[in-house]
């Protein structure tokens, strides 16, 4: 389980498939609003004249020395929902970066988002 205390250290670090594969640089972190633990990383990707910011779930992921390994394949992290690097996640689009990694997605008990940047 991670540690909420060291989310911020996450940051920057290299994101891998669980082959080794470089996904891109984590960005950010997002904590589920219901449990308040990391729930999913954006991760940067793209050229360096067109990135963006894709969705990856970090259930099963583990943190290692400048990487943080996650659970998924390079090119189903690549082919997430994803937002602009200076983006904002829209409440619609939660549902979708669910059901991209075939994850059951229910909003907060009173219908609030689901997903908070931290």
């Known amino acids: 389980m991670f540690e909420a205390a060291n989310i911020r250290e996450w940051r920057g670090r290299d994101v891998v498939d669980a082959q080794g594969h470089k996904i891109g640089e984590l960005e950010a972190v997002y904590v589920d609003t219901v449990t308040d633990l990391p729930s999913f990383g954006t991760v940067k990707v793209g050229m360096p004249t067109r990135h963006r910011l ?6 099963h992921a ?13 090119k189903q992290v690549r082919d997430a929902p994803s937002i602009d690097t200076d983006g904002e996640l829209p409440a619609g689009d939660e549902e979708a970066i669910f059901v991209h990694y075939g994850l059951a997605y229910a909003p907060g008990g009173g219908g609030e988002r689901r ?4």
């Open 54 to 59: 894709v969705f990856v779930p970090l259930d």
């Open 62 to 74: 583990t943190v290692g020395p400048g990487y943080v390994k996650v659970a998924y394949d390079k």
């Open 115 to 118: 997903l908070a940047r931290r």
